[in-house]
């Protein structure tokens, strides 16, 4: 444990936003799954909506820091082409 006070806020401080980060992140893995699993089950108006649902969940995570935007551009990238080849 860091004895320094400004160490010891940093810490906290870095739990709290890994907490709030591994949150994010799980919001968009499962809204990504949902939109996965609407396509496999060829469902194209429930595919729409989750992929309208996904695709703002990933832009707000690269809102916040939690994705660099590229890389929220490539996810939201592979969801449109998946949807688009069911189509």
């Known amino acids: ?7 010891k806020k940093r810490i906290l401080v870095n739990r709290t936003r890994m907490e709030r980060n591994k949150a994010i992140k799980s919001g968009v893995k499962t809204s ?7 396509i496999a089950a060829n469902d194209k108006e429930a595919a729409k909506a989750a992929l309208l649902h996904a695709t703002s969940k990933i832009d707000k995570a690269a809102g916040k820091g939690v994705y660099h ?3 929220a551009s490539r996810k939201i990238s592979r969801l ?8």
Do not use: D, E, P, Q
């Open 1 to 7: 444990m860091a004895n320094i006070k400004s160490a």
């Open 32 to 38: 990504v799954k949902k939109v996965y699993a609407a």
């Open 69 to 71: 935007k590229n890389t």
């Open 80 to 87: 449109n082409l998946a949807y688009n080849k069911m189509a």
